[in-house]
């Protein structure tokens, strides 16, 4: 019992001090397995990036998350709401108006084509064609209803421009 209170405690001094690290580094710095990691990790109720597949822990006392519930360290992604697709799912139902591919993948900080496909299918999302946009909203109907309707406001028709503002636009350029 001794033990593996101090394996917990090195862990949290571990990554007190470098504030994420990898199972690998943990294993090295405490000389276990890697399940005994997983065991002090999920004793400390240590959360993993949803990006770089999860590789990265840290103590849920270090992350800074901001009003999305994100955080970000060097080019490691964590988020208060878990895994990847739950995160997503969160954002979107937060989302006044859904999200497009863009739009979460500068908020997420991950290219959308890495994991927009996979989520085709979640219960919690339904993807809506918006001109010519696929825009993810929350598949609760209330609440799509409502995303519908301020992305129709937040987003108005595309037309093309008059005579006048095309001579402006050419004369600038």
Same mark, same amino acid.
């Given at each position: 019992?001794?033990?593996? /209170?101090?394996?917990?405690?090195? $862990? !949290?001094?571990?990554?007190?001090?470098?504030? *994420?690290? !990898?199972?690998?580094?943990?294993? $090295?710095?405490?000389?276990?397995?890697?399940?005994?990691?997983?065991?002090?990790?999920?004793?400390?109720?240590? *959360? /993993?990036?949803?990006?770089?597949?999860?590789?990265?822990? #840290?103590?849920?006392?270090?992350?800074?998350?901001?009003?999305?519930?994100?955080?970000?360290?060097?080019?490691?992604?964590?988020?208060?709401?878990?895994?990847? %697709?739950? #995160?997503?799912?969160?954002?979107? /139902?937060?989302? %006044?108006?859904?999200?497009?591919?863009?739009?979460?993948?500068?908020?997420?900080?991950?290219?959308?084509?890495?994991?927009?496909?996979?989520?085709?299918?979640?219960?919690?999302?339904?993807?809506?064609?918006?001109?010519?946009?696929? $825009?993810?909203?929350?598949?609760?109907?209330?609440?799509?209803?409502?995303?519908?309707?301020?992305?129709?406001?937040?987003?108005? #028709?595309?037309?093309?421009? #008059?005579?006048?503002?095309? *001579?402006? *636009?050419?004369?600038?350029?």
């Amino acid at each position: 019992m001794a033990k593996e /209170h101090a394996e917990k405690d090195q $862990v !949290t001094r571990f990554l007190s001090l470098k504030r *994420i690290a !990898t199972l690998a580094e943990l294993a $090295v710095h405490l000389r276990c397995s890697g399940r005994t990691v997983q065991r002090r990790l999920a004793e400390c109720k240590a *959360i /993993h990036s949803y990006n770089h597949n999860g590789r990265y822990y #840290t103590l849920p006392t270090i992350p800074r998350f901001d009003l999305h519930g994100l955080w970000r360290h060097r080019d490691v992604f964590f988020s208060r709401y878990g895994n990847l %697709p739950r #995160t997503f799912a969160r954002l979107v /139902h937060q989302s %006044p108006a859904g999200l497009t591919a863009a739009e979460a993948g500068e908020l997420l900080g991950l290219r959308p084509s890495s994991f927009l496909w996979s989520l085709r299918n979640d219960p919690a999302l339904k993807r809506h064609k918006h001109q010519g946009l696929y $825009v993810y909203m929350a598949s609760e109907s209330d609440r799509y209803a409502e995303q519908q309707r301020q992305r129709a406001v937040a987003l108005p #028709t595309w037309r093309s421009p #008059t005579e006048a503002e095309a *001579i402006a *636009i050419l004369v600038e350029k």
